[in-house]
T-cell receptor
Framework: AQSVTQLGSHVSVSEGALVLLRCNYSSSVPPYLFWYVQYPNQGLQLLLKYTSAATLVKGINGFEAEFKKSETSFHLTKPSAHMSDAAEYFCAVSDQREYGNKLVFGAGTILRVKS | NAGVTQTPKFQVLKTGQSMTLQCAQDMNHEYMSWYRQDPGMGLRLIHYSVGAGITDQGEVPNGYNVSRSTTEDFPLRLLSAAPSQTSVYFC????????????FGPGTRLTVL
């Protein structure tokens, strides 16, 4: 069975600092990988996804993530944090071998941005 | 284009009561799913559907029922509410391939007393 581990339930950075949110997955074959963001009292929206094309994926709002098969990781980064980035971030995987679009989510990381 | 809509936004139930959470999408997506979100646990899949008339269980299906009579609608029924079902419920829809983006509704916050 697939699983996702997000290291750090809370991350705090200063405005303008680097954002790094960690995600490791467990899967017998390389999965599809996603990062979703949830702003307070809202649903989730897609930041970016990896679908076995380029290993460095660029998403919305200046975020990017790199797929590293050897490390089974898909960490999310942004060079310079903005106050509007404060939200909860979820890493998720789906199995390439299965029909349908079932996502397995990590526990989430709450990002706080200090002024 | 309203996307994915959910009703109600908030609901309080007593233990043993039943209710239906409504979900509708206007994007002609074949795949729809229900998740529950609990603090520190991320989102967990309850039930999903790959098309009208086809549903299947996810990770945490006990106490919930679904049906899919149309492409647009995918209601979630709580048969006999329990305090353990206090959660935020999200409906999502997408095309059916594993790499397709899922579009989420705004959620229903349910409290069971």
């Amino acid at each position: 069975a697939q699983s996702v581990t997000q290291l750090g339930s809370h991350v705090s950075v200063s405005e303008g600092a680097l954002v790094l949110l960690r995600c490791n997955y467990s899967s017998s074959v390389p999965p599809y990988l996603f990062w979703y963001v949830q702003y307070p009292n809202q649903g989730l929206q897609l930041l970016l996804k990896y679908t076995s094309a380029a290993t460095l994926v660029k998403g919305i709002n200046g975020f990017e993530a790199e797929f590293k098969k050897s490390e089974t990781s898909f960490h999310l980064t942004k060079p310079s944090a903005h106050m509007s980035d404060a939200a909860e971030y979820f890493c998720a995987v789906s199995d390439q071998r299965e029909y349908g679009n079932k996502l397995v989510f990590g526990a989430g990381t709450i990002l706080r941005v200090k002024s | 284009n309203a996307g994915v809509t959910q009703t109600p936004k908030f609901q309080v139930l007593k233990t043993g009561q039943s209710m239906t959470l409504q979900c509708a999408q206007d994007m002609n997506h074949e795949y729809m799913s229900w998740y529950r979100q609990d603090p520190g646990m991320g989102l967990r899949l309850i039930h999903y559907s790959v098309g009208a008339g086809i549903t299947d269980q996810g990770e945490v299906p006990n106490g919930y029922n679904v049906s899919r009579s149309t492409t647009e609608d995918f209601p979630l029924r709580l048969l006999s509410a329990a305090p353990s079902q206090t959660s935020v419920y999200f409906c999502a829809s997408s095309l059916e391939r594993g790499y397709d983006e899922q579009f989420f509704g705004p959620g229903t916050r349910l409290t069971v007393l």
